[in-house]
């Protein structure tokens, strides 16, 4: 495996091109809307600067990861790519749409993943002549820092693709863990609940979202607490998956409580907008 194609410019897009350059893969990435990888690319070297500066890393690797990422002109340009990581927003026909569409550009052999946080695997293969081929490679943010890759398989997945995915995953430095396509798989499952109902807390005032934070983060000794995570993945990411998983799971615990429906419609969408359950501004 040689050269990854990443689709997706945004926060998760921007990390997982960046480990796989790091990594020594040859990076074809495009997004949907023009200059966005342009963007994207300025800010992984901006981070990578400030790395440099901090001696916790050299200009060779810097160079070394620059070098390595390339901005694609069309999704044409991903058709001799070995593995094509999709990274973009959690909605079902997009990311079938997308599959489609790659399927017939790359070869019989190029892997497609997705970075679904909680869609059915299956369902994003389902209409594609090749279903063998989708694998799930649900990645955490922020994507160079976070050690976790889950890998989701699907009924047909290959194992041979299975395989593939665990050897690039390893490459990129990731822990592994393999698991069933299930709703919400296995983090986001527990991890959505534990946020929707820590929402729920501040919403009933049992206390301030630093106070619940930290008995998280003190108490069960959880790196980082439910809203804040909430913040930085999006209030209007976790709203959608919420949804998706109360659905699917016929699981009331996982709809979103009408707080987050308010901080959503009013734009307080956490890190990304400056606003959420903290401020961000500073």
């Excluded at 495996?1 to 796989?20: E, L, S």
């Excluded at 190029?110 to 695997?121: D, P």
């Excluded at 989708?134 to 989701?152: C, D, R, S, Y």
Aim: net charge negative.
């Amino acid at each position: 495996m040689h050269t990854i194609g990443v689709v997706g410019a945004g926060t998760m897009g921007r990390g997982i091109a960046q480990v796989a350059g790091d990594a020594g893969y040859s990076v074809k990435w495009w997004d949907a809307v023009p200059g966005q990888v342009s963007v994207a690319k300025d800010k992984i070297r901006e981070a990578l600067e400030k790395r440099v500066s901090q001696q916790k890393s050299t200009p060779d690797q810097l160079r070394h990861t620059i070098a390595n990422l390339h901005i694609a002109k069309s999704l044409e340009d991903f058709r001799e790519a070995d593995l094509v990581v999709e990274a973009i927003p959690e909605q079902l026909h997009l990311k079938q749409e997308l599959f489609r569409t790659l399927e017939n550009i790359c070869s019989e052999q190029t892997i497609l993943a997705t970075n679904t946080s909680s869609l059915s695997i299956a369902e994003i293969a389902r209409s594609l002549d090749r279903p063998q081929r989708v694998i799930g490679t649900h990645f955490f943010n922020p994507v160079p820092v976070m050690q976790l890759l889950e890998i989701v398989v699907h009924a047909e997945t290959d194992d041979e693709v299975l395989e593939s995915t665990r050897h690039f995953g390893t490459r990129l430095g990731k822990e592994l863990i393999t698991v069933r396509d299930f709703p919400g798989f296995a983090s986001s499952r527990l991890g959505v609940c534990l946020g929707m109902e820590a929402i729920r807390m501040v919403e009933q005032g049992v206390a301030s979202a630093e106070d619940i934070d930290r008995a998280m983060v003190l108490g069960y000794r959880h790196p980082v607490g439910p809203l804040r995570l909430t913040d930085l993945v999006g209030l209007d990411v976790r709203l959608h998956i919420g949804e998706y998983l109360a659905t699917a799971l016929g699981n009331p615990a996982f709809s979103p409580p009408p707080l987050m429906r308010q901080m959503v419609n009013d734009g307080k969408l956490g890190q990304k907008t400056g606003q959420g359950f903290y401020s961000w501004t500073a």
